[in-house]
């Protein structure tokens, strides 16, 4: 650290896995931008932080918070192409894009994350299958790196620092600002039909079978060795509604989030509870939901908007999330394997839920034609031992599994699970010999 005095603050990732005491600041010009990181020699920067894992801060370490930056900086309706700074949130972003009927569809599930923050996660949205991740809607970024100074980044310009940056985790410099490609979103709403599944497998060859199409389809499944149906449940398919499309379509309204910290101290969900809510939940949609409805834009874009107090009921030890790519070959006998292990170790698996995935797996990028899987489990010996057990599994099948939704994952399954892992590091090595910008999940990492 430099003799410069910052404030300290406790950080805490977003699944209650790491905290940290750090240094904070929050600049909100560029010329206090670049003096704050060149009186550090170790720094990160930071979004909105609701990353998972620590990607945005490590002990004794600046974090550099982005959210006075939140600017649109240009826009072009007739080239449908936006220019914004990093610390926008993706609610500001979408409710001035949706006045003009323009949008990204590359967008994660929760309103309040930045798009910087988004850019170096290189995130996706429900129709991974179908539109890929953020990548691809990227035209051009601007950085600021203690040591190189304001780079422009692009396909045409510094390519090499391009593909490092989008899903980079912050490791290659500060995100300023970036502009994005747009396309027009067709309608004003969704209309969402709801079918049962009786299997994973199954699921997962009917979202197969739809990846060509241009919908959002997902699942939510039921993981309990006790049911007659392992993973059964229900698939949903979102459409955008183009019947209903209205010029000048108002924007949804985001309110606040509200994640009840103090409501919980303990840890609320057991396989009672868990089983107790799997049950309304099905039977709602069996009994009291129609098989096809409209729907509106934040419940399918935004699925826990407004029900923040799922993470609340995890209790002060949080949780841990599992979001892996798998092969449709390989698939089948992975979950063979898996359902032995749920079998032997019994885990409190509060979430299950499957969709497609595309793209190129490259760098630390969490891309691939591939099917998606998340779970989440509550943090206790048991469920992290059955994890452990899965991480064999990982690599025996080649799997792919997030780091910026696994905040344990460690060095050895992640170099055996991400074979590109070694050229990052001998890229970013090359670009930054002093490796200035690090976090906690780049020092477990070792990138």
């Known amino acids: 650290m430099s003799k410069t005095i910052y404030e300290k603050h406790k950080l805490t990732s977003f699944d209650k896995n790491y905290s940290a005491e750090v240094f904070l600041k929050n600049p909100d010009k560029y010329r206090q931008l670049e003096k704050d990181s060149l009186n550090n020699t170790n720094l990160i920067s930071r979004g909105a932080g609701y990353s998972y894992a620590a990607a945005s801060f490590k002990k004794e370490t600046l974090s550099i918070g982005m959210k006075n930056f939140n600017r649109i900086l240009n826009f072009n309706?007739?080239?449908?192409?936006?220019?914004?700074?990093?610390?926008?949130s993706i609610k500001e972003f979408l409710s001035f894009t949706l006045r003009f009927g323009l949008w990204i569809p590359?967008?994660?599930?929760?309103?309040?994350?930045?798009?910087?923050g988004a850019v170096a996660s290189n995130v996706h949205g429900k129709s991974g299958g179908q539109h890929g991740t953020i990548r691809h809607v990227i035209k051009h970024m601007l950085i600021f790196h203690k040591d190189h100074g304001w780079l422009n980044l692009s396909e045409d310009e510094n390519k090499n620092i391009f593909d490092l940056t989008i899903g980079g985790y912050g490791l290659t410099g500060t995100i300023v600002n970036v502009t994005l490609k747009l396309i027009e979103f067709e309608g004003s709403n969704f209309q969402t039909s709801v079918n049962k599944v009786s299997s994973i497998i199954e699921t997962i060859d009917l979202i197969k079978k739809s990846k060509d199409k241009k919908n959002f389809v997902y699942s939510w499944n039921r993981i309990d060795t006790k049911l007659k149906n392992f993973g059964d449940g229900l698939i949903f398919c979102n459409n955008i509604n183009v019947q209903s499309k209205e010029k000048n379509f108002r924007p949804p309204e985001f309110k606040k989030p509200k994640f009840l910290e103090n409501l919980s101290r303990f840890c609320f969900w057991n396989k009672f509870s868990v089983k107790s809510f799997s049950y309304l939940y099905l039977n709602y949609y069996n009994y009291f939901k129609k098989d096809i409805f409209k729907d509106n834009f934040n419940n399918v874009i935004f699925p826990f908007l407004g029900k923040e107090l799922y993470f609340t009921l995890f209790g002060n030890k949080g949780f841990l999330e599992n979001q892996i790519l798998i092969d449709y070959n390989k698939v089948e006998p992975f979950i063979k394997e898996f359902k032995n292990l749920v079998d032997l170790h019994k885990p409190v698996i509060t979430l299950f839920s499957i969709k497609g995935m595309s793209g190129e797996h490259k760098y630390l990028r969490f891309e691939g034609?591939?099917?998606c899987l998340t779970f989440d489990v509550v943090n206790n010996k048991k469920n992290l031992n059955f994890i452990k057990q899965l991480d064999e599994l990982y690599i025996k099948y080649d799997v792919v599994p997030s780091i910026i939704k696994d905040s344990r994952i460690d060095k050895y399954v992640f170099n055996k699970c991400y074979k590109f892992a070694d050229q990052f590091r001998?890229?970013?090595?090359?670009?930054?010999?002093k490796r200035c910008y690090r976090s906690e999940l780049s020092d477990r990492l070792d990138l």
């Open 77 to 88: 309706e007739k080239q449908k192409q936006i220019t914004v700074e990093a610390g926008i």
């Open 106 to 116: 590359q967008i994660p599930g929760y309103p309040f994350i930045s798009i910087g």
């Open 369 to 371: 034609d591939m099917i």
């Open 426 to 433: 001998g890229d970013l090595k090359n670009f930054d010999q």
